[in-house]
């Protein structure tokens, strides 16, 4: 399978790191991962049609995951999409999209009314809520969704994704927590987030050090992060959701090596890895 990295970013704004994303490809299907801000115009870029993603998984309901889902469906019409789309998120998604689908029904009827497109099925979610453990089923895909620990964030999940005895697990937000460490174990790939320690230098009202310390908090620390994958045993670390989005690269590969024993790969948006 294939993993590209659609954003690598966070909620600030970064036209080199877009809102966080992922797609995964395999020979029969393609899913996608969030869909933060730019995902449409990444999918684009890296040549994939919004009209043929499988299905959308989301980690959790935070903005800077969910900001695009109107735009990803809207514009799967426009790319002449005839089929509904399949939406696994966690308690409260099925809330969230029908809320969307109402904020923009009067638009979207006169569209589809002045437009006379064929189809309108795009238009259609079909939308499975998590338990706190599970498996679905994708094509030739099999993905294993596990609870992490983004506290206060009541619901939020990491995956694993299973093809051909390859596995690649995501950990979406979180903190570290024991859940990841358990899932995450001889990953052939971890996509994991990362806060990065002592890039944030100034403080002031709107970023005041509480600011700071409560969003490090629900998030993985640099300092940390090579130790989580070291104790998952993972044979290759990337880091994503990057938090800020500029940074000392040296120095975070330095700081992650020293606990994670080998060098991890930096994120960036349109990477591709083969796994
Ligand atoms: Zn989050
Ligand atoms: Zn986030």
Excluded at 73 to 94: A, D, L
Excluded at 162 to 171: D, E, G, N, P, V
Excluded at 172 to 191: F, H, M, S, W
Aim: charge should be positive; include cysteine; hydrophobic fraction near 35%.
């Amino acid at each position: 399978m294939e993993l590209t990295l659609l954003g690598t970013g966070c909620p600030k704004v970064d036209h080199k790191r877009f809102g966080p994303s992922n797609l995964i490809t395999s020979k029969q299907a393609k899913i996608l991962i969030d869909c933060g801000s730019g995902v449409t115009q990444r999918l684009d870029e890296a040549k994939v049609s919004t009209a043929d993603i499988d299905a959308l998984f989301l980690t959790h309901l935070h903005s800077d995951h969910v900001v695009d889902l109107y735009q990803l469906i809207i514009s799967s019409w426009h790319s002449y999409r005839i089929k509904p789309w399949k939406i696994f998120g966690p308690k409260g998604t099925k809330k969230f999209v029908t809320n969307i689908m109402k904020a923009w029904q009067d638009e979207r009827n006169l569209r589809i009314k002045y437009e006379s497109r064929s189809s309108t099925k795009a238009f259609k979610t079909t939308i499975k809520e998590f338990k706190n453990l599970g498996k679905v089923k994708i094509k030739d895909i099999n993905i294993e969704y596990f609870e992490v620990d983004h506290r206060p964030v009541k619901y939020a999940y990491g995956f694993n994704f299973l093809y051909k005895r390859k596995k690649l697990t995501i950990s979406g937000d979180t903190k570290p927590c024991e859940n990841l460490i358990k899932y995450a174990q001889n990953a052939d790939v971890l996509l994991h987030e990362v806060f990065i320690d002592g890039e944030f230098k100034e403080t002031n009202k709107m970023r005041t050090k509480k600011t700071l310390h409560n969003v490090r908090n629900y998030h993985t620390p640099s300092t940390i992060v090579g130790k989580v994958a070291k104790l998952t045993k993972a044979k290759k670390l990337i880091l994503t959701h990057l938090v800020p989005t500029k940074f000392d690269e040296k120095k975070l590969k330095k700081t992650v090596k020293i606990d994670f024993g080998k060098n991890p790969i930096i994120g960036k948006d349109l990477l591709k890895i083969r796994i």
